[in-house]
Structures are given as C-alpha cells and as structure tokens.
C-alpha cells in the first residue's frame, strides 16, 4: 500500500484528479450500455445505446463519394500520385486547399449570408481540442467563463480539466423554453464578481447541445451586447450548425457581427468541427475561426497539438470543394434528421410524452418531470435507472447537463439505423402503457401553458415496484452513481 | 422641504457615497451662498456624476496589468484587420484581452528555430521554380525513403484503407464510441512495429500503447501528468528547442538544461544531472523527471547500456520519472547498438513505473503529416491518465486504418527499415565529406537525421551573438536554413545542426559552394 502511495506521489494533480469527469452519470449510462449492449440478434435484451449524440444518418453519402472520387485518397492508384507530399507535409497552416474548403463549407451552412477568412481557420484535435485550445487562449488558471444551462457535460472536462479555469452557470429555465435571458447573463456575472472570480468569456452552443434549439437574433445579439459591455469574450460553439432541419433557420454569431459592424471583433471566436453534420468524429477534424488576430497567431501555434492528418485535410479539401455534393449533403441530411426527429418525438408524444420543441441537433429533450416520484434530482436518478435497467435505454439524465431543474433527459436519435430505432420506440410505448398508478407529480413548479397535455394517457410508475428494486442492491447496476463510481479505463 | 440634490445612496455602488457625500456637502454650502437653491442641487450633481463615471470607466477595464493606461502591451499593436477601420471612433472599448499564457505565445518568434522555418516558408528553394530560394536544413525530416512507401501504397491498395469503413454503424446497427487512444488493431501493429525497429531486443506490449497526434501531443500529455504547474524537469543540452514548446507552453512546467561538453562528446555526465537536481532543490524547484532523447537529437549520439542503468539508479533514488524519447530510434546508421530504455526496464523488473517512453512516425517512417504518435508507458495510472488526455488529440480514423495495413505488412517493414537506414548512413558519409571539404568537421553521430557541426573557429566573438550572425548569414547570404546550438541551449557557442535527410545527392554540391561563400568571408586570417 505504501508503494502505491510513493506511485501516487509521483504524478501530477491533473493525473490522479476527478477532472475528466469519468465519474459522473453521464458515463454511467455508457457504462451500463458497454456491459450490456444491444444486438438485434445475439442480445435482444440488451441496453440501446441512446446517449451517443452521433450523426450515422448519412454517413452512407460520404462513403458513396469517398468510392467514387478515388483521387481524394491517397490509397488509391489515381490518388497515391500526391502521396509524398502529402506525408511529409507538416506546416501548422495547413493546406490551403483544405482551409478553403472548410471556409467556404461553413459559408454554406450558413446560407452564404456570411464570409469566411480562410487564412483565420486553424486546426484543432476535434471540437474537443478547440474548446480547450480557446480556453487556453482566452483564460488563465483561476478565471472563468459563463455557460447556460443546461450545457454539454463534457464542457467541464475539454474546458477545465487542464486549463484549470472554472465554468460558471448561466441558469436557465424552462418556464421559458430555457431560453437565455439577458438577467440571467447579468445575474451570472454579478455572483462571479460577488465571489472574486474573474469571468473572461461566454461559451453559447448553436444550436443547443441539449436542446436542439437554435438561437433567435434577439438572444445572440442580447449576448454580444453584454459581452461587449463587459469586455469579456464570446465563443459559439456552432458544431451542430448544418444539423438544423427545420424552421427556424439557424442564425450563426458571424451573421451578427457583419450586422453589427460597431461591434468589437476581436472578442469573437467560433468553434466548428466535422463531426456531427458529417457524421464523421474519426476524422478529428476541429476548427477555431477567432476574429482576434492574437488568439488566431497563438491557437495556431498551439495546433501543433492536435494538428489534422494531412491525408484527412486532402480528402476534406476534395470532398468540401464538391459544391454538388455538398449542396446536396445538406439538404439530403437535413431531411433524414428532420425525419428521424419526427419519428421520435411524436411516438413520444402518443405515449403522453413531451419534449422541448426544436429543430436541430442529434436529439430531443425529453420532458418526464410527469413520471417522477417527486420534484427532486434523486427523484431524476431513479427514474433514470429504470430507463436504463428496465426500459434498457441509455439516455442522458437531465443534471448531468447542469439542468437546473429534475425530470429532463436527452435521447439521441441519429446514431442507430432504423430497425434499431423501432424497437427502441417500442419499448418506450411498452414501458409507459404499461406501468400502474403511482402519485406522480401532477404540479410541477414554474410549469406553463406549452405543457398543457390531454391528460387521457395517464402515465403511472407502480412505486411498489421502485421500491423493490432499491431494496435488492444486487439487482442495481453495479456501474450506478450511488454505489462507488467505477474509473474504467479505455483501452 | 427640499429633495436631497443627493442621489440616493441606495442606486450607488457601494464606494463612491462617502466619497460623494464629503465633496458634495462643502459644495453645497459654497453654492448655495451665491447661487441659491438652483445651482446648490445641479452642480453638485454633476460632480457627483462625473465621479462616478470616471470611477466606472477605471473599475471597467480589468486589473490586470496594473497600469492600464500607460502599458501598451503586444495587443493593441497588433495588426488590425480592416473590418476594425470604423471601431476607432468608439473611444470607450476597453483592450481585449487574452491569458497571459497567450500574450507570450502569440509574439512573434523569436527562437532561430522558428524564425528560419518561417523564413523556409516563405522562399523555399525549388530546383525549378525557386533555385534562388532558402534550403531547408532546419527540419528533421527524411525524405530519402518515401518511394518505398509510395510503391508499397501502389501495389497494395485495397478498399479497407479507404478509411470509411470502420467509422460506420458497428455491431447491432449501432454507431460505437471510437477509443480515443486508438484503434486496438493499430496499437497492436505498432507495438510489433516497435519491437522491430528497436532491434527485436525487447517485445513491445499493445496493452502499453497509447497513440496521439504526433509525439508533441504526446510529450505535452506526459507533462501535464507527471508534474505540476512550477516543477521542473532535468534535460540533457543541446536539446530539441521543440521540447521548450511541447513540455512548457500550456504545462507551466520548467525545463532545466544540464550541459554537456563538447570535450566528453556531448555525453551525458551523472555527475552533472546531480549537481543540477541539487541546485535545483536549493532553489526550492521540484524535479519530477529526467527527459532524454535517445538517439539524442542534435547531437545524433546513442546511450549506452551504462548510462541507462546509471540513469535508471538516479532515478529511483531520487523518486523521479524518466521520459525516454526515442523517436529516432529506426534511424541509426552507425556501428553502435541502439538501447532502448524498455530493454532497461525489462531487466530490472521494479520501478517500471517511472519510465516512459515516446516514440512516432515523423522522423523513422516519414509521416510526419499523418500525426502519429505514441506514449509507451510502464506505469498503468499514466496509462489511465493519457488515454484519456488523447481526446484532444486522437489519430485520425483514416490514418489508422492506413497505417495498420501498411505496419501490418512484417516483411515491407523489415525491408523498408534496412534500406532506410542504408541510405541514411550514405547520405551521411556523403554531406560529411562535404563539409569536411569546405574544413568544417562535425562529431562522429550514429542515429538521426542531422549532425551536430563544428564552426566555432569561424564564428567572431566567440559568443552566443558571434553564433547567431553567423546563423543569419547562412540563411540570408547562403540561403540555407540551419539550426544555431542556441536554440538548442548548448553552451558551447559555435555548433550547429545540419540536417541532410531533405536532401538528395545531387543537392549536396550545391549547398557546399552555398556553404563555401559564407565560410570563406568567416575564416580566420592565416
């Protein structure tokens, strides 16, 4: 034991500390879901993975052009031509080819209604890598930046873990459909100054990771004007921005500073990547795109940390250069998200199930403040527990994403195909008929007119049967976060 | 009754009310003796609310720095992009400011490591299109083996390489979460890989690999894990000026060179590793670890079994890390036998936990633009640690895919490896010729890409600023990119590496006479 405590000593604190999160409800699900997956054949029985918010819808275009356009890769006779150059090229710019493409991708997302500077696009390891590149860009040790909720969990890991700056919450709430309200900015802010910390910036996420909600011109320029009043940064994460599927259209930070031509710059920066509208995380294809010339000139320098592969900046360069293609993509992969949506959230609906109207992203946010036993987060946590080990769905517990209020989940619905999804619809129809009378809560504080429901379906949890489940430990997950979080290491 | 011309205290932040009430009393009475009731209440209003404005513009701008007025610092200098022409009207926009980590990043660079790769980038040499232009060697990359790779891609294409494949919908129609440490498919050729190209002395275990986007991230993850914000690692100089970046930028983690001496050959001395761990604990700096690149870069010499228990007993008694960087190690030419620490470490079988070895594809299999790199760890909480560090810096899927047909292929590899070191070792004897022509000798290296050139006779002073004119005279009169042993912090004045691997043989006359001019107008008088 001794020796292990002499081990221990010799790293460092970011080592052996609980900053990558790992141990949160968030990974539990994934937990449970790993020890127990689902397989339409082998594993009927087994946990479906809902809380991966991954885009495999038209993974399938990518692929098909990938095949037909053979000089994009450099395995292939017609493409292994650029070979050599491509291999020993290692400059931190990147190629240019690649960077005018990603420009002039993110101009179209955007319906051309804004430029982009390709000589402003440097390279990150992924979203993941250009949260944490900004971070260290924007913020010293101590500082921090404000983040409404509810916010993307691993925020708290890419942003915090080796920065060590703070996130601080922008509350939110959904008597408002969580919209961001500038008293809520203000009242952020204030409690930081009350607590001496110094806020540096505002992380806004658009479209809304939960949410699937995209942000109205009054929201983005409310939070421009008041980062500019305080002279603090704004950073948008748009990763979701080509994901959107319907009304409203997606309105990007970009749109509103070329409006807005008084507007300091250089507190701007977007985060941008390819793995959620292309549907390739593999790719590892992150991008910072600041309107500030130093925080450019040093995420630049620091992109050496997680440059991209020269072989995936050539296919990029090709396959974003395809305008016919690209045109195509967006609007062939709206139209499955926007039906995969669809899909999802009316069965909801006619199993008496509500979610938070919106139009973008790889998942709903599901309203079952009705199911709970009581307006509370254990509340939260033992009815996520039977979702998962009952219902055998991995979905995403409202608190794990800082919600400030119980009863909220995130199911994600792009990263399974069809077949999948029915029986996961199934299963929830089966779940919710199915269940007896319990004393739900039938008033949930704050609640308003959008959740009027027709109450014919009544949704009952039998409480005898809750009860029975957490009398038998050994029938609990043992990956649950109210026994001892496991740190599983991933090899 | 009169109101109170006084705000009221309550709308006010807390500090100016006194201040307020001190200045506006007298005042009243001073007005309201000649201009009545009227001026009585406006002017002391109007003072009240300059005050206040200015207090409020002074609390607006951060604290930092200390005195905001009178500090330009880099950031308002910067170039503005045209979209700010109409902003300078705004007279009320406070500087923007970015961490203090940034401030010293974003300056411009001021290492001639990196000013001579700028300089490279902007006017490279090209036989056809740039004869006039700066060659390049400042980059340790070997581009003297690319052809075998190419063939081998033309003679093996195959559709899983495309690199698609695999990021689809796995097991049950299900999109799976991608290990961000990668694909056990290619950590398991890359360990096998590894076993190869460090000479089958020791069996390198998948289980211990963790792959990174190139070796830089890779250093910086072991960093962060191995030592705190302010502790120090000891490392051998001259040293790769990467390590400055890599170990140091984000970390906060300090480097300290311990020098070595051109009269040992540049070899490492226990004795001095000591003396610079005692000075350092004088200092109250903590030492977490020794980093070491063996094959040592630029000096191009190889660690003996020796040196590596001694390094290894150091170590332990001190309860520090060792890192082990061993990126060069397919990339010996000479007669000496390349160690790796992991057949150190094998031997012994206790204090695994301290040693850490990284290694990659840029320098050996020259891929430098894939981002391949990779944590070879012994101690299974770093394992843990970096595995999950590697979010920020996944190899990308395709890469992998790639570079796991390719590495899979035992005997393209084993060929490969051979050929590349056979014309390592010629161009070598080829560029020392050379330059041993033009009375300009280099240490006698087994492994790397480069050597380590002697031309302190023909630098004046014989200081750091002779070194560094002489630098400059290469790149700007000569027009060849080379790296001063400042940049490396070597001691010494007057050494610099040249690497040849970019070169082919019909080059090398023409960087000699380059060479020539410069070191003609540096010669001592006879």
């Given at each position: 034991?001794?020796?292990?405590?002499l081990?221990?000593?010799?790293?460092?604190?970011?080592?052996?500390?609980?900053?990558?999160?790992?141990?949160s409800?968030?990974?539990?699900?994934?937990?449970?879901?790993?020890?127990?997956?689902?397989?339409?054949?082998?594993?009927p029985?087994?946990?479906i993975q809902?809380?991966l918010?991954?885009?495999?819808?038209?993974?399938?275009?990518?692929?098909?052009?990938?095949r037909?356009?053979?000089?994009?890769?450099?395995?292939?006779?017609?493409?292994?031509?650029?070979?050599?150059?491509?291999?020993?090229?290692?400059?931190?710019?990147?190629?240019?080819?690649?960077?005018n493409?990603?420009?002039?991708?993110?101009?179209?997302?955007?319906?051309?209604?804004?430029r982009?500077?390709?000589?402003?696009?440097?390279?990150?390891?992924?979203?993941?890598g250009?949260?944490?590149?900004?971070?260290?860009?924007?913020?010293?040790?101590?500082?921090?930046?404000?983040?409404?909720?509810?916010?993307?969990?691993?925020?708290?890991?890419?942003?915090?873990?080796?920065?060590?700056?703070?996130?601080?919450?922008?509350i939110?709430?959904?008597?408002?459909?969580?919209?961001?309200?500038?008293?809520?900015?203000e009242?952020?802010?204030n409690?930081?100054?009350?607590?001496n910390?110094k806020?540096?910036?505002?992380?806004?996420n658009?479209?809304?990771?939960?949410?699937?909600?995209?942000?109205?011109?009054?929201?983005?320029?409310e939070?421009?004007?008041?980062?500019?009043?305080?002279?603090?940064?704004l950073?948008?994460?748009?990763i979701?921005?080509?994901?959107?599927?319907?009304?409203p259209?997606?309105?990007?930070?970009?749109?509103i500073?070329?409006?807005?031509?008084?507007c300091?710059?250089e507190?701007?920066?977007?985060?941008?990547?390819?793995?959620?509208?292309?549907?390739?995380?593999?790719?590892?294809?992150?991008?910072?795109?600041?309107?500030?010339?130093?925080?450019?000139?040093?995420?630049?320098?620091?992109?050496?940390?997680?440059l991209?592969?020269?072989?995936?900046?050539?296919?990029?360069?090709?396959?974003?250069?395809?305008?016919?293609?690209?045109?195509?993509?967006?609007?062939?992969?709206?139209?499955?998200?926007?039906n995969r949506?669809?899909?999802?959230?009316?069965?909801?609906?006619?199993?008496?199930?509500?979610?938070?109207k919106?139009?973008?992203?790889?998942?709903?946010?599901m309203?079952?403040?009705?199911?709970?036993?009581?307006?509370?987060?254990?509340?939260?946590?033992?009815?996520?527990?039977?979702?998962?080990?009952?219902?055998?769905?991995?979905?995403?517990?409202g608190s794990?994403?800082?919600?400030?209020?119980?009863?909220?989940?995130?199911?994600?619905?792009?990263?399974?195909?069809?077949e999948?999804?029915?029986?996961?619809?199934?299963?929830?129809?089966?779940?919710?008929?199915?269940?007896?009378?319990?004393?739900?809560?039938?008033e949930?504080?704050?609640?308003?007119?959008?959740?009027?429901?027709?109450?014919?379906l009544?949704?009952?949890?039998?409480?005898?049967?809750?009860?029975?489940?957490?009398?038998?430990p050994?029938?609990?997950?043992?990956?649950?976060?109210?026994?001892?979080?496991l740190v599983?290491?991933?090899? | 009754?009169?109101?109170?011309?006084?705000?009221?205290?309550?709308?006010?932040?807390?500090?100016?009310?006194r201040?307020?009430?001190?200045?506006?009393?007298?005042?009243?009475?001073?007005?309201?003796?000649?201009?009545g009731?009227?001026?009585?209440?406006?002017?002391?209003?109007?003072?009240?609310?300059?005050?206040?404005f200015?207090?409020?513009?002074?609390?607006?701008?951060?604290?930092?720095?200390?005195?905001?007025?009178?500090?330009?610092?880099?950031?308002?200098?910067?170039?503005?992009?045209?979209?700010?022409?109409?902003?300078?009207?705004?007279?009320?926009?406070?500087?923007?400011?970015?961490?203090s980590?940034?401030?010293?990043?974003?300056?411009?660079?001021?290492?001639?490591y990196?000013?001579?790769?700028?300089?490279?980038?902007?006017?490279?040499?090209?036989?056809?299109?740039?004869?006039d232009?700066?060659?390049?060697?400042?980059?340790?990359?070997n581009?003297?083996?690319?052809?075998?790779i190419?063939?081998?891609?033309?003679?093996?294409?195959?559709?899983?390489?495309?690199?698609?494949?695999?990021?689809?919908?796995?097991?049950?129609?299900?999109?799976?979460?991608?290990?961000?440490?990668?694909?056990?498919?290619?950590k398991?050729?890359?360990?096998?890989?590894?076993?190869?190209?460090?000479?089958?002395?020791?069996?390198?275990?998948?289980?211990?690999?963790?792959?990174t986007?190139?070796?830089?991230?890779?250093?910086?993850?072991?960093?962060f894990?191995?030592?705190?914000?302010?502790?120090?690692?000891?490392?051998?100089?001259?040293?790769?000026?990467?390590?400055?970046?890599?170990?140091?930028?984000?970390?906060g983690?300090?480097?300290?060179?311990?020098?070595?001496?051109?009269?040992?050959?540049?070899?490492?001395?226990?004795?001095?590793?000591?003396?610079?761990?005692?000075?350092?604990?004088?200092?109250?700096?903590?030492?977490?670890?020794i980093?070491?690149?063996n094959?040592s870069?630029?000096?191009?010499s190889?660690?003996?079994?020796?040196?590596?228990?001694?390094?290894?007993?150091?170590?332990?008694?001190?309860?520090?890390?060792?890192?082990?960087?061993?990126?060069?190690?397919?990339?010996?030419?000479?007669?000496?036998?390349?160690?790796?620490?992991a057949?150190?470490?094998?031997?012994e079988?206790?204090?695994?936990?301290?040693?850490?070895?990284?290694?990659?594809?840029?320098?050996?299999?020259?891929?430098?633009?894939?981002?391949?790199?990779?944590?070879?760890?012994?101690?299974?909480?770093?394992?843990?640690?970096?595995?999950?560090?590697?979010?920020?810096?996944?190899?990308?899927t395709?890469?992998?895919?790639?570079?796991?047909?390719?590495?899979?292929?035992?005997?393209?590899?084993q060929?490969?490896?051979?050929?590349?070191?056979?014309?390592?070792?010629?161009?070598?004897?080829?560029?020392v010729a050379?330059?041993?022509?033009?009375?300009?000798?280099?240490?006698?290296?087994?492994?790397?890409?480069?050597?380590?050139?002697?031309?302190?006779?023909?630098?004046?002073?014989?200081?750091?600023?002779g070194?560094?004119?002489?630098?400059?005279?290469?790149?700007?009169?000569?027009?060849?990119?080379?790296?001063?042993g400042?940049?490396?912090?070597?001691?010494?004045?007057?050494?610099f590496?040249?690497?040849?691997?970019?070169?082919?043989?019909?080059?090398?006359?023409?960087?000699v006479?380059?060479?020539?001019?410069?070191?003609?107008?540096?010669?001592p008088?006879?």
């Amino acid at each position: 034991f001794y020796l292990n405590f002499l081990m221990d000593q010799l790293l460092s604190k970011i080592a052996i500390n609980d900053g990558h999160g790992e141990n949160s409800a968030f990974f539990d699900g994934w937990k449970a879901y790993d020890s127990n997956p689902y397989h339409p054949t082998q594993n009927p029985n087994g946990v479906i993975q809902m809380g991966l918010a991954e885009n495999q819808l038209s993974f399938d275009l990518v692929e098909e052009w990938v095949r037909n356009n053979p000089k994009a890769s450099i395995c292939t006779e017609q493409g292994a031509n650029d070979f050599k150059d491509i291999a020993i090229f290692q400059d931190y710019h990147g190629f240019p080819e690649f960077r005018n493409a990603v420009a002039r991708f993110m101009e179209k997302v955007r319906g051309n209604r804004v430029r982009f500077d390709p000589d402003r696009i440097v390279m990150s390891g992924g979203a993941t890598g250009a949260q944490e590149t900004l971070a260290f860009c924007l913020a010293d040790p101590g500082e921090a930046l404000l983040v409404p909720t509810p916010y993307y969990p691993a925020n708290d890991r890419d942003l915090t873990w080796r920065t060590g700056i703070k996130l601080l919450p922008v509350i939110c709430e959904s008597s408002n459909n969580f919209k961001i309200t500038s008293s809520a900015l203000e009242s952020a802010y204030n409690k930081a100054q009350e607590s001496n910390i110094k806020v540096k910036g505002l992380l806004l996420n658009n479209p809304s990771n939960p949410l699937g909600t995209v942000l109205d011109k009054q929201t983005l320029t409310e939070s421009l004007n008041f980062t500019n009043n305080k002279n603090i940064h704004l950073i948008c994460d748009e990763i979701y921005s080509a994901t959107v599927f319907s009304k409203p259209d997606f309105i990007s930070i970009a749109e509103i500073v070329e409006e807005n031509p008084n507007c300091n710059r250089e507190l701007i920066h977007i985060v941008y990547s390819l793995s959620k509208d292309l549907g390739f995380p593999g790719f590892r294809v992150g991008i910072i795109y600041s309107y500030n010339d130093s925080v450019t000139n040093c995420a630049r320098k620091m992109s050496s940390f997680g440059l991209v592969s020269t072989q995936t900046q050539h296919l990029i360069a090709y396959m974003l250069s395809d305008e016919v293609f690209v045109d195509r993509f967006i609007v062939e992969s709206s139209k499955r998200l926007g039906n995969r949506h669809s899909a999802l959230v009316n069965e909801l609906a006619r199993v008496g199930i509500e979610s938070l109207k919106s139009n973008g992203g790889l998942y709903c946010w599901m309203d079952l403040r009705r199911l709970l036993k009581e307006y509370t987060f254990e509340a939260e946590m033992e009815l996520w527990r039977v979702i998962v080990n009952e219902v055998k769905l991995n979905v995403s517990p409202g608190s794990s994403f800082h919600c400030s209020e119980p009863g909220w989940f995130r199911v994600c619905f792009a990263n399974m195909d069809d077949e999948t999804l029915m029986v996961a619809l199934k299963r929830i129809h089966k779940f919710v008929i199915q269940s007896k009378g319990i004393n739900v809560v039938n008033e949930v504080p704050n609640s308003k007119k959008q959740y009027r429901r027709n109450n014919k379906l009544e949704i009952n949890l039998s409480f005898r049967r809750l009860d029975g489940i957490m009398m038998e430990p050994h029938k609990m997950s043992p990956h649950s976060p109210m026994s001892s979080p496991l740190v599983r290491a991933r090899t | 009754m009169t109101r109170s011309p006084v705000p009221d205290p309550k709308d006010e932040p807390r500090n100016p009310t006194r201040t307020g009430m001190r200045l506006i009393v007298p005042l009243q009475g001073v007005v309201q003796g000649r201009g009545g009731l009227i001026l009585g209440s406006i002017i002391p209003c109007a003072l009240f609310y300059f005050l206040q404005f200015y207090l409020k513009r002074h609390r607006s701008s951060p604290p930092n720095p200390p005195s905001p007025s009178t500090s330009t610092g880099n950031l308002s200098e910067l170039p503005r992009s045209s979209s700010r022409a109409n902003l300078s009207s705004r007279g009320s926009i406070g500087r923007v400011h970015v961490s203090s980590r940034a401030s010293s990043i974003a300056k411009p660079n001021d290492s001639p490591y990196y000013i001579g790769l700028d300089r490279v980038r902007e006017d490279p040499y090209d036989e056809m299109s740039n004869p006039d232009g700066i060659i390049e060697l400042g980059l340790s990359e070997n581009r003297l083996s690319l052809d075998l790779i190419e063939k081998w891609l033309e003679e093996n294409f195959n559709n899983s390489m495309l690199g698609i494949g695999g990021d689809g919908l796995g097991i049950g129609g299900i999109a799976t979460y991608q290990p961000m440490d990668g694909l056990m498919e290619l950590k398991m050729a890359m360990a096998d890989f590894m076993t190869e190209v460090m000479g089958r002395t020791v069996v390198f275990d998948p289980a211990r690999v963790v792959l990174t986007s190139g070796a830089t991230p890779a250093l910086e993850i072991l960093s962060f894990c191995l030592a705190d914000q302010g502790n120090a690692f000891l490392v051998p100089a001259p040293y790769y000026p990467g390590f400055d970046r890599d170990m140091r930028w984000r970390t906060g983690v300090e480097l300290i060179p311990v020098h070595c001496r051109s009269c040992d050959n540049f070899a490492l001395s226990i004795t001095a590793l000591e003396q610079a761990f005692n000075q350092a604990r004088k200092r109250g700096q903590r030492v977490r670890g020794i980093l070491i690149s063996n094959p040592s870069n630029p000096v191009g010499s190889l660690l003996n079994r020796d040196t590596l228990f001694d390094l290894l007993d150091f170590a332990r008694e001190r309860n520090i890390h060792i890192i082990s960087d061993e990126i060069f190690a397919g990339s010996t030419y000479g007669n000496e036998e390349f160690v790796s620490m992991a057949e150190i470490v094998d031997s012994e079988d206790t204090d695994k936990d301290r040693v850490h070895i990284i290694y990659g594809m840029s320098k050996d299999f020259s891929i430098p633009g894939f981002r391949v790199g990779v944590i070879y760890s012994f101690n299974e909480n770093v394992l843990a640690a970096s595995r999950k560090l590697t979010r920020f810096c996944s190899v990308s899927t395709p890469t992998q895919q790639l570079l796991t047909s390719m590495l899979s292929d035992t005997s393209f590899i084993q060929e490969y490896l051979k050929t590349n070191r056979r014309r390592i070792a010629s161009m070598y004897d080829l560029f020392v010729a050379a330059l041993r022509g033009l009375g300009v000798v280099c240490t006698k290296s087994c492994a790397g890409l480069y050597c380590w050139v002697d031309m302190s006779r023909l630098i004046s002073p014989y200081s750091e600023k002779g070194e560094l004119d002489l630098w400059d005279k290469l790149l700007n009169i000569a027009k060849i990119n080379v790296t001063p042993g400042s940049a490396c912090h070597c001691i010494e004045p007057g050494w610099f590496r040249f690497c040849f691997t970019t070169l082919s043989e019909n080059e090398i006359p023409i960087v000699v006479e380059r060479i020539r001019k410069v070191v003609e107008s540096c010669k001592p008088p006879v």
